[in-house]
């Protein structure tokens, strides 16, 4: 893989980091210990019993939303450390380069087609 299309694609990635971040940051806080790792405030809408039951429902909901954008953070994080250590763009099953074309649509990917067809990621 050439230097331009790395660059692009670890753009991409930081891009992204920034985005899941920044929406997780909207309604949860991050755990000082742990970078990849947010929890969701409760929301307070106030102390009737439609206003709790709003609340308890608000909060699962968000849960549900802290995990799937936690996954996706913890993707592109490792994406990030691949390309740190060099192992970024090669297939974790065959370890056969990469399609560019699948890496620009989806920068986290870590496997090449005919593996993706084989095993799931
Ligand atoms: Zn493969």
């Given at each position: 893989?050439?230097?331009?299309?790395?660059?692009?694609?670890?753009?991409?990635?930081?891009?992204e980091?920034?985005?899941?971040?920044?929406?997780?940051?909207?309604?949860?806080q991050?755990?000082?210990?742990?970078?990849?790792?947010?929890?969701?405030?409760?929301?307070?809408?106030?102390?009737?019993?439609?206003?709790?039951?709003?609340?308890?429902?608000?909060?699962?909901?968000?849960?549900?939303?802290?995990?799937?954008?936690e996954?996706?953070?913890?993707?592109?994080?490792?994406?990030?450390e691949?390309?740190?250590?060099?192992?970024?763009?090669?297939?974790?099953?065959?370890?056969?380069?990469?399609?560019?074309?699948?890496?620009?649509a989806?920068?986290t990917?870590?496997?090449?087609?005919?593996?993706k067809?084989?095993?799931t990621?």
């Amino acid at each position: 893989m050439d230097k331009k299309t790395l660059n692009t694609l670890e753009k991409m990635l930081t891009d992204e980091k920034a985005k899941l971040e920044e929406e997780l940051s909207r309604f949860a806080q991050r755990n000082p210990n742990n970078s990849e790792d947010f929890n969701a405030d409760f929301p307070q809408l106030g102390d009737k019993e439609d206003e709790n039951a709003s609340e308890v429902a608000e909060y699962s909901k968000d849960l549900t939303l802290e995990r799937t954008l936690e996954a996706s953070l913890r993707d592109v994080n490792k994406a990030l450390e691949r390309m740190k250590d060099g192992t970024y763009g090669t297939c974790k099953y065959c370890n056969k380069p990469i399609d560019e074309k699948r890496l620009m649509a989806r920068a986290t990917s870590t496997s090449c087609i005919d593996c993706k067809k084989l095993f799931t990621e």
